[in-house]
Protein backbone atom coordinates (compact mmCIF):
# COMPACT_ATOMS: atom_id res chain seq x y z
CA UNK A 1 0.00 0.00 0.00
CA UNK A 2 1.27 3.34 -1.20
CA UNK A 3 1.16 5.92 1.74
CA UNK A 4 1.02 9.74 1.24
CA UNK A 5 3.83 11.21 3.34
CA UNK A 6 3.59 14.28 5.40
CA UNK A 7 5.83 16.59 2.53
CA UNK A 8 3.49 15.66 0.22
CA UNK A 9 0.66 17.14 1.71
CA UNK A 10 2.73 20.62 2.46
CA UNK A 11 3.24 20.51 -1.45
CA UNK A 12 -0.48 19.79 -2.05
CA UNK A 13 -1.62 22.28 0.32
CA UNK A 14 0.80 24.96 -0.98
CA UNK A 15 -0.25 24.48 -4.55
CA UNK A 16 -4.17 24.38 -3.88
CA UNK A 17 -3.23 28.02 -1.96
CA UNK A 18 -2.26 29.25 -5.06
CA UNK A 19 -4.78 28.65 -7.06
CA UNK A 20 -7.41 29.32 -3.73
CA UNK A 21 -5.39 32.84 -2.94
CA UNK A 22 -5.79 33.85 -6.77
CA UNK A 23 -9.69 33.10 -6.96
CA UNK A 24 -9.80 35.07 -3.56
CA UNK A 25 -7.72 38.10 -4.40
CA UNK A 26 -9.73 38.21 -7.82
CA UNK A 27 -13.55 38.12 -6.17
CA UNK A 28 -12.52 40.53 -3.13
CA UNK A 29 -11.42 42.89 -6.05
CA UNK A 30 -14.50 42.44 -7.90
CA UNK A 31 -16.85 42.62 -4.74
CA UNK A 32 -14.97 45.84 -3.31
CA UNK A 33 -13.42 47.46 -6.42
CA UNK A 34 -10.35 48.22 -4.00
CA UNK A 35 -7.30 46.21 -5.10
CA UNK A 36 -5.43 46.56 -2.08
CA UNK A 37 -8.30 45.43 0.09
CA UNK A 38 -8.41 42.34 -2.47
CA UNK A 39 -4.79 41.30 -1.90
CA UNK A 40 -4.82 41.65 2.04
CA UNK A 41 -7.58 39.79 1.83
CA UNK A 42 -6.00 36.79 -0.23
CA UNK A 43 -2.51 37.26 2.09
CA UNK A 44 -4.30 36.56 5.07
CA UNK A 45 -6.50 33.18 4.39
CA UNK A 46 -3.60 32.56 2.56
CA UNK A 47 -2.09 31.11 5.56
CA UNK A 48 -4.68 30.42 7.32
CA UNK A 49 -6.63 27.81 5.06
CA UNK A 50 -2.68 26.37 3.95
CA UNK A 51 -2.65 25.61 7.72
CA UNK A 52 -6.14 24.36 7.44
CA UNK A 53 -5.63 22.07 4.37
CA UNK A 54 -2.38 20.40 5.98
CA UNK A 55 -4.59 19.47 9.18
CA UNK A 56 -7.44 18.69 7.06
CA UNK A 57 -5.79 16.36 4.37
CA UNK A 58 -3.36 14.78 7.44
CA UNK A 59 -6.81 13.75 9.34
CA UNK A 60 -8.17 12.30 5.99
CA UNK A 61 -4.99 10.06 5.36
CA UNK A 62 -6.01 8.45 8.77
CA UNK A 63 -9.11 7.60 7.86
CA UNK A 64 -9.58 4.00 6.53
CA UNK A 65 -12.78 5.42 4.70
CA UNK A 66 -12.29 4.82 0.57
CA UNK A 67 -9.25 3.13 0.63
CA UNK A 68 -8.11 -0.48 -0.31
CA UNK A 69 -5.23 -2.46 0.43
CA UNK A 70 -2.97 -3.19 -2.61
CA UNK A 71 -2.30 -6.78 -1.09
CA UNK A 72 -5.43 -7.86 -1.62
CA UNK A 73 -5.96 -11.48 -0.11
CA UNK A 74 -8.43 -13.79 -2.13
CA UNK A 75 -10.62 -15.79 0.02
CA UNK A 76 -12.79 -18.54 -1.49
Given at each position: ?????????????VSWRVVGTVDTIVIAWLVTGKLEFAVTIGGV?????????????????RIKFGKESSDMEYQI
Open positions: MMKEKPYRSIVKAELFTKMILYYLHERSWN
